[in-house]
């Protein structure tokens, strides 16, 4: 009798840990779509930079598109308003379905959109448009998908589980650069400026069409289940309810202030960095990026799996500690090598330090809140900061070269980094006293 109990126990727990699987799966496919249509903008942007504004050198026109980026940011914090709201009340499938089709909408528009020389001032308004729509789509999806990851891993694995939202935010770019590189290879340099680049917009608008049939068979979490049949709409996803948590909130800012200029700059900036400072070609870079990305990618779980072991907080101290004193010296050899071989180990070296952050940073937030404002509380303050200092880090660096100060984008950079490391080393160990067991 004890062993057919034992055998019934070990099959429900395998059965459970199998749709644990299978709902990390689906949920991260629609991560991967998402993200690579939003950094197919990015990965693109050095071809498609003259098709939507006024001929001019290539850093002024690179300003523009990076300034085209910042906008679709500043959209964030109303799309973690609205989508996290909108998961907190009415579920996180149905939020991640919603996020998905607006990702779809954004990469048609870039698409379809005709060049500066056609319509002229329409062609960067309609770029605008279609980056607004995807800033509050992208803005919804993180802090809908680090909820539902969170909420659906298995207690004691859930930092491996929850690494894979960066996993496949890093797949989504990995995936942007393979398409550019395809591109690269059947295509010239001019077929890519004058038309490629939309191969890679429309390839997005239907890779997001499928996920949203995809994700409407996702299972919906039982914490939000729980929390629906307990509580009324009315203490669910409000500003109101969050701001009762103002230390949260507060947390989550520093936490993420020195992370997301950190991981900009080593995955977005550093193209252009490598392009216009260090001199190594285009198809050399994407290369470079390419390969530095996906040793990244398969860092997230293992670090990940390691925080379940040794706690959140002593990962996020080593990246403070590592950013904040070897940002500076990676920057300034980077900018002065044209070996390619030293420019990925430096690249890398970044992203190893990054990946203390990244690996965890979607569980720690998801253990401050409660389960009635959590997707809100984790997307609001997080996509607050990206706006104000992600979003703007590619900008800023763009502005500091051209004024001819490219050095002070390193050390504002590494001041980031030194605030969030203040923060942690006051911080609690959140996987010790976590509102995803209460």
């Known amino acids: 009798m004890s062993t057919e109990v034992h055998s019934r126990d ?19 496919i629609g991560n991967l779509i998402e993200w690579y249509d939003w950094y197919a903008y990015t990965a693109f942007s050095v071809y498609f930079a003259a098709a939507f504004f006024p001929k001019g050198d290539l850093t002024a026109q690179l300003l523009n598109t990076a300034g085209v980026f910042a906008i679709g940011f500043l959209m964030r914090p109303l799309g973690g308003w609205l989508l996290g709201r909108y998961a907190d009340r009415f579920g996180r499938r149905a939020a ?9 909408c954004g990469s048609l528009v870039i698409a379809l959109t005709p060049s500066y020389n056609t319509i002229g001032l329409g062609a960067p308004l309609l770029l605008v448009f279609a980056r607004l729509v995807q800033g509050i789509s992208v803005g919804g999806e993180y802090s809908t998908s680090a909820t539902y990851l969170s909420e659906v891993a298995t207690a004691g694995k859930r930092g491996f589980y929850s690494s894979f939202q960066y996993v496949t935010l890093v797949a989504g770019q990995l995936t942007a650069l393979g398409v550019q590189i395809v591109l690269l290879l059947v295509l010239s340099n001019e077929q890519m ?43 669910r996803g409000t500003v109101k309810a ?17 992370g997301t200029v950190a991981f900009y700059t080593y995955t977005t900036y550093l193209q252009k960095y490598m392009v216009a400072t260090s001199g190594i070609d285009k198809g050399t870079v994407a290369w470079i990026n390419f390969l530095a990305l996906l040793v990244f990618l398969c860092l997230q779980p293992l ?20 950013g904040s004193v070897l940002t500076v010296p990676i920057m300034t050899l980077l900018g002065s090598t044209q070996n390619p071989v030293a420019a990925f180990a430096l690249m890398l070296g970044g992203l190893v330090i990054v990946t203390g952050y990244t690996s965890i940073n979607a569980i720690v937030k998801a253990e401050l809140f409660p389960t009635n404002i959590r997707a809100l509380g984790v997307g609001l303050p997080y996509a607050l900061t990206v706006a104000i ?19 002070v984008f390193f050390w504002y950079v590494s001041g980031c980094v030194l605030i969030s490391l203040l923060v942690y080393l006051r911080m609690r160990e959140t996987s010790k006293d976590s509102r995803l067991d209460r």
Request: charged content about 20%.
């Open 10 to 28: 070990d099959a429900a727990r395998s059965g459970g840990e199998r749709r644990v699987v299978a709902n990390v799966i689906r949920g991260s």
């Open 96 to 104: 991640l379905t919603f996020s998905v089709t607006l990702m779809a």
């Open 193 to 235: 400026e004058s038309w490629g680049w939309r191969i890679a917009f429309v390839i997005g608008a239907i890779g997001a069409l499928v996920v949203m049939w995809l994700r409407r068979g996702m299972d919906e979490t039982e914490s939000y289940k729980k929390t629906k049949t307990s509580e009324g709409n009315q203490s």
């Open 242 to 258: 969050l701001l009762q948590h103002p230390k949260e909130c507060l947390l989550v800012v520093g936490l993420t202030l020195g």
């Open 303 to 322: 670090a990940g799996a390691l925080s379940d072991r040794i706690g959140r907080r002593w990962l996020l101290l080593a990246f403070g500690v590592c």
């Open 389 to 407: 200092f992600g979003g703007t880090s590619e900008y800023v660096a763009l502005w500091l070269k051209q004024a001819g100060m490219e050095q």
